[in-house]
């Protein structure tokens, strides 16, 4: 059974920093031809990725984490990293790291490309 686990959370001041870490064990599909992402959910808001690392390797952002977030990932540790920098208010929510085994590029930021989900960790910027 797969298991991913998030930490790192917390609560900052706008204008803050935080870095997220998601462990994963046990993984029974190849590192390379999976993609890897953050996805946040804010309440009463759909869940939507914000950083992927596809199966070319390449890092990936949605516009709102451009210029901000740097999403990385230590294979032999087994480790994938968000490191969140001038964080405001709206990127206050539950994020989530995700695995998609075998995903399609052209479609690594599609909520349904992911088989396993962590429990998510909560991030909370106050103004």
């Known amino acids: 059974q797969v298991h991913l686990v998030e930490s790192g959370g917390g609560s900052v001041q706008a204008g803050g920093s935080l870095k997220l870490s998601c462990v994963v064990d046990?993984?029974?599909?190849?590192?390379?031809?999976?993609?890897w992402a953050w996805f946040r959910q804010a309440p009463g808001k759909e869940r939507e990725a914000g950083a992927v690392?596809?199966?070319?390797?390449?890092?990936s952002y949605a516009d709102s984490a451009w210029g901000r977030f740097t999403i990385s990932q230590d294979i032999k540790k087994g480790s994938l990293h968000l490191e969140m920098g001038r964080l405001q208010p709206e990127d206050s929510a539950m994020y989530y790291c995700?695995?998609?085994?075998?995903?399609?590029?052209?479609?690594?930021?599609?909520?349904?490309?992911?088989?396993?989900w962590g429990q998510g960790t909560q991030v909370t910027v106050s103004s």
């Open positions: 046990t993984f029974p599909h190849p590192y390379r031809r999976t993609c």
């Open positions: 995700a695995a998609g085994p075998f995903c399609l590029p052209s479609r690594s930021f599609e909520l349904e490309e992911y088989k396993y």
């Open positions: 690392i596809g199966t070319d390797g390449a890092a």
